[in-house]
């Protein structure tokens, strides 16, 4: 889809933050010449065509008790559709990537619980037949979140 | 499957854990999909949940402070706004170098996430992982260069893994019961 200079002003200003105030909505969109219906209008638009995932809170997962961890699998190229198909059925893999390297795909893992990370990796261990390495963070670098448009 | 960091982990979360309420974690659940799209939306959580905006606006201030939530705003789709080439790029640094290098590389804001991981030896030897975008595979290449430069990385290993293909894109939850809706998309839920 293409995106106007109003798009791109929108987006740039809402990945540093949103107002937690009683018209959020008005606020920023004085900040941008906008009006406030418009400014909502034009995010629906970006939600429904996809040009942003989502528009609300990013949460510190680890303080609510949830947990992550990043998985790398090496997976032989003919037998790579039917390990996909068994790891993206469970619900507790956030994304997956297919990557060019002998370790060929690459998932997260999250789930509310610390401990249901080694039971997951475990089933998925069982169904693929293949080996999961275990990347847990154990340390952030905290990065801007913001990517200019 | 290495046990001791898996404990280690474990330790770090149960010392990070905020401290909750039952309204909190109502309102954790009620904006975790995104917030109204009206004009004063945390008045209709307020609706939805039967407390008041006040509330609602001084336990999302609580939150914010707690960092249970990093920040409010929007999250973006890459590829849908000409960054088609991702990559994980991964460095082999010596332990007592990863926070040096990893704040350095955190800053440019083509790098989205950069984080510290375990080695697994012998068969994976990078401990610094950065996620690196750019609008072609050369941009990025040429992106890894600069960096390279900028944070005298000229000796340090590096492996860079181009993505083919994205299976699954979806915001990570929290809860378990609100698995089910993850796919789920926001929409205007306003009573005004």
Redo the contacts between chains.
Sequence with gaps: ?Q?DQIDRQ??NS?????????????EVAERLSLS?SEL?AR??R?????????????????????????V?M?VRDDDFERV?DIV?SF???????????H?NM???V?T????R??DV??EIELDSGYS?????????????????? | ??MK??SK??Q??NQ???Q?DAIDDAL?RA?????P???????EIARQLGID?QQV?AR??G??Q?????????????R????RANA?LVWDVPDER??EL??C???Y??????????R?LP??PYNL?CMI?GKSREDVLQRIDWLIEQCHLESLPH?V????????????????DN??H?QK??E?HCAT
């Design positions: 889809m995106l929108i987006i809402l990945q540093e933050g949103f107002p937690v105030t009683e018209q959020p909505y008005a406030e909502i995010l629906e970006l939600l429904a065509d996809r040009v942003l995932t989502r528009f609300g809170p990013m949460f510190q997962a680890e303080k609510l008790g949830g947990a992550f961890t990043l790398a090496s996909a993206n619900p507790e893999v956030a994304h997956n990537y297919e990557r060019e390297h370790f690459w998932f997260v999250a509310d619980n610390p401990k990370i080694n990796l475990t999961c390495y275990n990347m847990p963070k154990q340390d952030e670098y905290f990065v801007k979140l913001k990517l200019v448009v | 499957m290495d960091t898996f982990q474990l770090s979360i990070h854990l905020a909750l954790i904006i975790e999909n995104g917030l799209l009206c004009s004063r939306p945390y008045a905006e606006l999302l201030a939150l914010q707690q960092g249970v939530i990093k920040r409010m705003g929007v999250i973006v789709r890459h849908e706004l000409g960054y994980m990863v926070s990893g704040r590389l955190s800053q804001d083509f790098i989205t996430l950069c984080y510290r991981r375990p697994v068969d994976w992982f975008h492996h893994l181009f993505s083919r293909r994205r299976f699954k894109q979806r915001g990570a939850v929290y809860r378990a698995m089910r993850t998309r926001q205007k």
